[in-house]
């Protein structure tokens, strides 16, 4: 398993992470097991975000896509 490294908003309890599960020779599952995923943590835990924590959210997303996309690719 591969889990990339949390993310987190500024003042607030949103984390977002990435995983994926890699193979021996190094390779990452292409779904046959479990496709490379993003998760968004601590939203039932926080309240509304500003606009600043909005963008900063946003980035990470992005941040966490691009990571996923890449291991896919490999």
Do not use: C
Request: charge should be negative.
């Amino acid at each position: 398993m591969v889990i990339g490294h949390d993310r987190t908003v500024t003042d607030h309890k949103l984390r977002v992470s990435t995983s994926a599960v890699q193979w021996a020779d190094g390779s990452v599952d292409d779904g046959t097991v479990e496709a490379p995923h993003v998760y968004v943590f601590g939203v039932d835990e926080t309240g509304p975000l500003n606009s600043d924590q909005a963008r900063e959210l946003a980035a990470s997303l992005l941040q966490a896509a691009a990571e996923v996309d890449g291991w896919a690719a490999r």
